[in-house]
T-cell receptor
Framework: NAGVMQNPRHLVRRRGQEARLRCSPM?????VYWYRQLPEEGLKFMVY????????ESGMPKERFSAEFPKEGPSILRIQQVVRGDSAAYFC????????????FGSGTRLTVV | GIQVEQSPPDLILQEGANSTLRCNFSDSVNNLQWFHQNPWGQLINLFY???GTKQNGRLSATTVATERYSLLYISSSQTTDSGVYFCAVHSGGGADGLTFGKGTHLIIQP
């Protein structure tokens, strides 16, 4: 029973390029959360999705960032026209229901913008 | 939004020592979890503990919801306990995600 799978583990992008981060939740989990961790800081909530629905995106920057969780396939966090300040670790978590019980994190994607 | 404060920010101990990590939160919560982020960055869920006491091996946690704090106890520390310990809460209002504290950075020396 695989855990939450995130890929790639490391991603290097030049300024202005697009970054696509993927997250496959645990089997049986239909709730996905994305968080960002800047160096030496805790995690900051970005967006909460269920299949084909964005439930809460109050933590997402208003521009350049988007997320989706299609009916088939992984959840995608997309960052357009990346800037140096987007360099961070991006974590995905999944849970079987919306109470956050059974919250399981993936290993994260470390994005470096050069 | 809800505020989460963790103390101490840093802690260095010898192997075998015991430690207590504290998490204070500013509002009532319906969810509180403790996580361990190991030196490789992996986040491990330690406890789901909105109230009461739980134990798992050398680790235990207590949340006193009415006084808005939680404690994580680590006994007989091992070098593998090193890393950052995060407390995260959800208050039931506002954003649907967890609000994390800044963590306690624990170093266990052999």
């Amino acid at each position: 029973n695989a855990g939450v799978m995130q890929n790639p583990r490391h991603l290097v992008r030049r300024r202005g390029q697009e970054a696509r981060l993927r997250c496959s939740p645990m089997k049986g989990h239909s709730h996905v959360y994305w968080y960002r961790q800047l160096p030496e800081e805790g995690l900051k909530f970005m967006v909460y999705l269920q299949k084909e629905n964005i439930i809460d995106e109050s933590g997402m920057p208003k521009e350049r960032f988007s997320a989706e969780f299609p009916k088939e396939g992984p959840s995608i966090l997309r960052i357009q026209q990346v800037v140096r300040g987007d360099s961070a670790a991006y974590f995905c978590a999944s849970s079987p229901r919306d109470t956050h019980y059974g919250y399981t994190f993936g290993s994260g994607t470390r994005l470096t913008v050069v | 939004g809800i505020q989460v404060e963790q103390s101490p920010p840093d802690l260095i101990l010898q192997e075998g020592a015991n430690s207590t990590l504290r998490c204070n939160f500013s509002d009532s919560v319906n969810n509180l979890q403790w996580f361990h982020q190991n030196p490789w960055g992996q986040l491990i869920n330690l406890f789901y503990i909105p109230s009461g006491t739980k134990q798992n091996g050398r680790l235990s946690a207590t949340t006193v919801a009415t006084e808005r704090y939680s404690l994580l106890y680590i006994s007989s520390s091992q070098t593998t306990d090193s890393g950052v310990y995060f407390c995260a809460v959800h208050s039931g209002g506002g954003a649907d995600g967890l609000t994390f504290g800044k963590g306690t950075h624990l170093i266990i020396q052999p």
